[in-house]
């Protein structure tokens, strides 16, 4: 339990650090919101008393506080170019950025881990070998191009989806989840290739230690080594794996919304990026750190429960 | 260190797709079969001949000749990714390695906190703090490149630093920084030059990505990542619009990665 504190203390302090700098770094930047927002009605009294009713003149630190707290409340403060609340503008398309990434990570899982372990199983194959060559190539797709090809063959050649057809989680649920069926095949596919040959490489790495040589001689079976002793350890640099590109897919998700046009986190941030509209790129940078966080935290929670030992250190 | 009969064929099939493909952006730097931007109205969307290789674009441009200045937009934004990261990570990665202690473990935390963080998502808080464009993109995939660099140096200066060779140094009278960059730091290149492999490899995914959000290289510049993404338009009509762009982002990457996994065996 000493393990869980401690990674959740540490969590928060990177939070604060992470919202800190954001805030800083957009403070500086964004210049002026109190002119930026009365524009051409800019009167030295009026900027001055709207300055004073914003809180604008308080020391910076004081306005970190204050946005934090409102940001925990759910306000995330008014955007500039639409003029609505942040959140309004947020908190649905989190659903979707989620959906997509959660599915993809499923698919790497169940693609990657049972390849891993059967090119690990016959090393140096035939089919091993067919499997290294594909996977050194899928590795190399940058994930917006597979996205293309999978629009190509599946929406265009086979039309088992409709490119550009996305549907609302709020209208169809499983219609929605289908949609995004291949978006996440696009985001997954390279992650998956990566992890099988991390899998491969760390079985055959354990397979030659000496507790396996001692578990055969007591009399197991192969699979009984594999799977009771060699996959335990074998799968901890798996985890740590799988965890970055848990990370990674969220980030990934941004690029992969715009092949597939789905209308997630993604897409709203690139156009706040280019309207310079900072209240809503800061919340959405916060909420996908706030992601990132957690996801790690979750990872080395596994961890600890994979490798007790980690947990005592 | 030699693996006898068996050959590095990593190395050799990764040598060979980096080298032809360097041929074919050096020679894009000098001469292209057309104008790279020069518009056509009456060779829209032309297919595959021999007048023009691969097709031409939406604006009749010959797409072989963009595709080989793209290609070396992408690998010179990757370069100056690649060196940003590895500069500054070798000098971070030294001065914690070498000396420990309180910076350190303070640099280390900070490292770690950014490490975790996607590229992509570290570059694009950077672009929109500095606004869209070649150089900008260099220095945001830069400054995000760093910390893995700076790990990979730093484990490499603990494992050095209590060596013979460098207390013989020291005894010698080698200052620090000498012992540093001077003593320590060629004994790291094998370990590096992989890194900076797989570095030029997700740096050319990365330029590619953040062009193709249309943040990185701006129009009419050529570039791999933004064609793919105007292609992305025409996708059922010019399928060769999209799939030639693509196919030279993953021979380049699959290049780059074969050299990385061949000089980590080789070590």
Redesign the interface.
């Known amino acids: 339990m000493k393990y869980a504190g401690k990674k959740l203390l540490t969590m928060f302090l990177?939070l604060f650090?992470?919202t800190l700098f954001?805030f800083l770094?957009?403070h500086v930047?964004s210049g002026d919101p109190a002119s930026s927002m009365l524009g051409t009605e800019a009167t030295p009294a009026r900027l001055e008393a709207l300055r004073e009713e914003m809180g604008l003149n308080d020391p910076v630190l004081v306005q970190y506080a204050r946005w934090a707290g409102r940001f925990l409340t759910g306000d995330m403060g008014t955007s500039y170019s639409y003029r609505m609340p942040v959140s309004d503008m947020v908190t649905d398309k989190i659903p979707v950025t989620l959906t997509l990434t959660i599915l993809a990570f499923f698919m790497m899982v169940l693609i990657s881990i049972p390849l891993g372990i059967y090119t690990a199983k016959h090393a140096g194959g035939v089919i091993d070998r067919i499997i290294y060559i594909f996977n050194?190539?899928i590795?190399?797709?940058?994930?917006?191009?597979s996205g293309?090809?999978i629009?190509?063959l599946f929406g265009?050649i086979f039309k088992l989806f409709t490119?550009g057809g996305y549907i609302s989680y709020e209208k169809n649920f499983w219609g929605f989840v289908g949609y995004l069926f291949f978006p996440a095949l696009a985001i997954a596919l390279p992650k998956a290739a990566m992890a099988v040959k991390l899998l491969r490489s760390s079985v055959i790495g354990e397979a030659r230690l000496d507790y396996v040589r001692t578990a055969y001689s007591r009399g197991n079976r192969t699979n009984d080594v594999l799977y009771k002793h060699v996959l335990k350890n074998a799968l901890i640099p798996v985890v740590t794996f799988l965890g970055m590109a848990l990370?990674?897919m969220?980030?990934?998700s941004?690029?992969i919304e715009?092949?597939f046009s789905i209308p997630g986190l993604g897409r709203i941030?690139?156009t706040s990026?280019?309207n310079?509209d900072?209240p809503v790129?800061m919340a959405i940078?916060v909420c996908?750190?706030l992601l990132?966080?957690v996801v790690?935290m979750i990872v080395d929670m596994i961890y600890g429960l994979i490798d007790p030992r980690i947990s005592v250190e | 260190m030699k693996s006898g009969k068996k050959k590095n064929y990593n190395f050799i099939v990764g040598g060979t797709i980096t080298g032809l493909m360097l041929i074919f952006i050096i020679i894009g730097f000098f001469y292209t079969p057309y104008d790279p931007n020069a518009m056509d109205p009456s060779a829209k969307f032309a297919g595959i001949s021999l007048k023009h290789l691969m097709g031409c674009d939406n604006f009749g441009r010959d797409i072989l000749s963009r595709v080989m200045k793209g290609a070396g937009t992408t690998l010179s934004v990757a370069a100056g990714t690649v060196f940003i990261g590895t500069f500054f990570g070798i000098i971070l990665g030294a001065v914690t390695g070498y000396f420990g202690g309180i910076l350190d473990e303070i640099l280390m935390r900070v490292n770690d906190a950014i490490f975790a963080f996607p590229s992509i998502l570290l570059a694009l808080v950077f672009i929109s703090l500095l606004g869209s464009g070649t150089y900008q993109v260099v220095i945001a995939l830069g400054i995000a490149f760093i910390p893995s660099f700076a790990r990979i140096v730093r484990s490499e200066f603990i494992k050095c630093k209590n060596m013979d060779y460098v207390k013989n140094a020291r005894l010698q009278g080698a200052g620090h920084l000498r012992i540093m960059f001077v003593h320590i730091l060629p004994n790291t290149f094998t370990v590096l030059l992989s890194a900076i492999m797989i570095g030029f490899n997700n740096a050319v995914l990365a330029e590619a990505g953040m062009s193709f959000l249309g943040i990185g290289v701006q129009p009419p510049q050529a570039s791999l990542g933004r064609m793919l993404s105007e292609a992305q338009t025409y996708l059922f009509r010019a399928p060769n619009y999209a799939i030639f762009p693509g196919l030279v982002i993953i021979l380049m990457v699959l290049g780059f990665s074969l050299l990385g996994d061949a000089l980590k065996r080789e070590e």
Do not use: E, H, W
């Open positions: 990177t650090a992470v954001v770094a957009f930047i050194q190539i590795m190399a797709f940058p994930p917006f191009f293309i090809l629009t190509l265009r490119p990370t990674d969220i980030a990934g941004i690029i715009q092949v941030l690139l990026i280019s310079r900072y790129v940078i996908i750190s990132v966080l790690n």
